[in-house]
C-alpha cells in the first residue's frame, strides 16, 4: 500500500485532475489524498467570514462566483452526458449546503462545515472521472475515520482502526480516494487539521495503514536547497533525513506541512516529494537514511516576531526562565529561537495574536523590548551544530549582514539566525553562492 496526497494546484483544473486519474491508475494499491482545487479553501475561509459578519450579499456573490467556477470545471472534465448531470448535481448539493448557512448563529462549528466542502468536492469530482473513464476506485470518507483527541491532536488508534477498516471492506479495490485537511473533534463534528492540513492527513494515513511510501504531489520538484523564489540555480535534494526535513519544512520550505514529519519518523514510513508537471523525475527522498554531513539546504521563515526581556535581578534567580515559558504556554503561543545572558533572554515567535498580553505580563519581570518585520535563516544538514568549520563558512558568508541572534547547537542539523527580512535576500543569496558554488 502507498499514499498518495495531491495538493490545491494538482487538482486545480479539469486539465490536472485527469492527469492525476492517470497517475493513480496503477497497479498498486493506494490510498489517494486530495486537498480541494485551488484556490477554493481561500473563498470558503472568505464566505465563512462574510456570513460570520452577516454580510449576506457579500457571501452570496461569493458564493456564486465559486459556484460558476465550478460548473465550467464540470464541463471540461466529464466526457458524457450522464457524469455532466451527475457532476452539476453533485455542485449543486454542496453549494446548496453552503448558503443553508445563513442563520443567525453562526459560529466556529458552521465554518468549519463550510470549510470542508472544498475537500468533499475534488474527491467526488475525481471519483466520478475515474467512474466515467471505467477506473474502479472506493471514496472513502474522511469524516468516518480522521479525527482529533480532546486535545486536538490526532487520534491515531481511532484513524487505525477505522481507515483499515474502511479499506478492508474492499480487499479487490486498488484505488481508495479521501480528503485530506477534513477531520472530526473528539464531540464527532466537523473540524480539520488547520490550514494546509492535507500532507498532514496524508503523513497519518500513511502511518495508520503502514504505507511503503506516502508521496506528496505538488507542483515543483521536490524540496530545494535555498528558496526558489528568492535565489537562482537552486537545486532540488535527492535524500532528506526526517530531522532535516523537520527543520526545513518548519523553517519555510513550504513544500511540506511541518506536523507531518514527527508521525512518518516514528513509524518509519518514507515520504516522497514529487511534481505533478514531472512525474517521472525521483524528486525528494525523506527517510531515516541520510547520505552524509555536510551543509544541505538554506530556508527563511518571515513575520517573526522577537522579544527581549532585559532583567538584571531576576535572570540568575533559579525558576526565571519557567515563570517567562509559562506566559507563553498560557497564551499558546509557541517560541521558535531563544538565545540568553545575563542579563537578558531574547525570545522569536510567528503567531502575534497575543503579543500585547504576552507583553503585559512579561513586563512583570523588567524591561520588554519588541522587534517586527524579522527573519529567521535556518541552515540545515548534518551534524553541522557539532563538526568543525561550518560555523565559519555560515557566519562568514553573513558578514556584511547584521544578525540579531544566534541559534547553534540546539540540534545537530541547524544552525538558526535571525535577521531583518530587509536582509533576507542578500542573506540567502550570499549563503547560497559561499556554501554551495564556491566550494
Ligand atoms: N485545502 C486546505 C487548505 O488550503 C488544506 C490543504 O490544501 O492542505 O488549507
Ligand atoms: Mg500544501
Not at 167 to 174: A, G, I, K, R
Request: proline share 2%; glycine share 6%.
Amino acid at each position: 500500500m502507498i499514499v498518495l496526497k495531491f495538493g490545491g494546484t494538482s487538482v486545480g483544473s479539469a486539465t490536472r485532475i485527469k492527469e492525476v486519474a492517470n497517475l493513480i491508475n496503477t497497479s498498486e494499491k493506494k490510498v489517494v489524498v486530495l486537498s480541494a482545487m485551488s484556490g477554493t479553501t481561500n473563498d470558503l475561509v472568505e464566505i465563512a467570514g462574510y456570513l460570520y459578519k452577516k454580510n449576506h450579499d457579500s457571501a452570496n456573490e461569493a458564493i456564486i462566483t465559486l459556484e460558476k467556477k465550478y460548473y465550467d470545471v464540470i464541463e471540461a472534465l466529464y466526457a458524457t452526458s450522464e457524469f455532466k448531470e451527475k457532476g452539476n448535481e453533485l455542485i449543486k448539493s454542496h453549494f446548496t449546503h453552503i448558503k443553508s448557512f445563513t442563520q443567525d448563529m453562526f459560529t466556529l462549528f458552521e465554518e468549519k462545515a463550510i470549510l470542508a466542502q472544498g475537500e468533499l468536492i475534488s474527491t467526488a469530482l475525481l471519483h466520478y472521472y475515474l467512474t466515467e473513464q471505467n477506473i474502479n476506485s472506493v471514496l472513502v470518507p474522511a469524516l468516518n475515520f480522521m479525527r482529533t483527541d480532546k486535545d486536538g491532536e490526532p487520534d491515531l488508534f481511532y484513524i487505525k482502526e477505522n481507515i483499515n477498516r474502511e479499506v478492508n471492506q474492499n480487499p479487490e479495490n486498488l484505488i481508495f480516494i479521501t480528503q485530506g485537511f477534513i477531520c472530526r473533534n473528539a464531540f464527532g463534528e466537523i473540524d480539520n487539521l488547520k490550514r494546509g492540513g492535507s500532507d498532514y492527513s496524508a503523513a497519518l494515513i500513511g502511518v495508520a495503514c503502514q504505507a511503503a511510501e506516502i508521496q506528496i504531489w505538488t507542483d515543483i520538484d521536490g524540496m530545494h536547497n535555498n528558496d526558489p523564489r528568492h535565489v537562482e540555480n537552486t537545486k532540488p535534494l535527492a535524500n532528506l533525513s526526517f530531522d532535516e526535513a523537520a527543520e526545513l519544512a518548519y523553517f519555510g520550505a513550504k513544500i511540506l506541512h511541518p506536523a507531518s514529519v514527527q508521525p512518518c519518523k516514528i513509524a518509519n514510513v518514507p515520504v516522497r516529494l514529487k511534481n505533478t508537471m514531472q512525474p517521472e523525475a525521483n524528486g525528494t527522498l525523506v527517510s531515516s537514511e541520510t547520505n552524509g554531513g555536510g551543509i544541505k539546504a538554506i530556508a527563511a521563515k518571515d513575520n517573526i516576531t522577537a522579544i527581549k526581556i532585559k532583567s538584571g535581578r531576576m535572570l540568575l534567580a533559579h525558576g526565571f526562565m519557567r515563570k517567562v515559558f509559562e506566559i507563553f504556554e498560557t497564551y499558546k503561543t509557541s517560541i521558535d529561537m531563544i538565545t540568553t545572558s545575563e542579563v537578558a533572554v531574547s525570545v522569536t515567535i510567528d503567531d502575534t495574536k497575543y503579543l500585547n498580553d504576552i507583553v503585559d505580563e512579561l513586563k512583570k519581570f523588567g524591561t520588554v523590548e519588541v522587534d517586527t518585520d524579522l527573519s529567521i535563516i535556518c541552515v540545515v544538514g548534518d551534524f553541522i551544530a557539532e563538526s568543525k568549520g561550518y560555523a565559519l563558512s555560515v557566519f562568514g558568508a553573513l558578514k556584511d549582514i547584521s544578525i540579531r541572534m544566534i541559534s547553534y547547537g540546539g540540534s545537530r542539523h541547524n544552525v538558526s539566525l535571525l535577521v531583518n527580512t530587509s536582509d533576507k535576500n542578500e542573506a540567502l543569496n550570499s549563503l547560497h553562492e559561499n556554501l554551495f558554488e564556491n566550494v
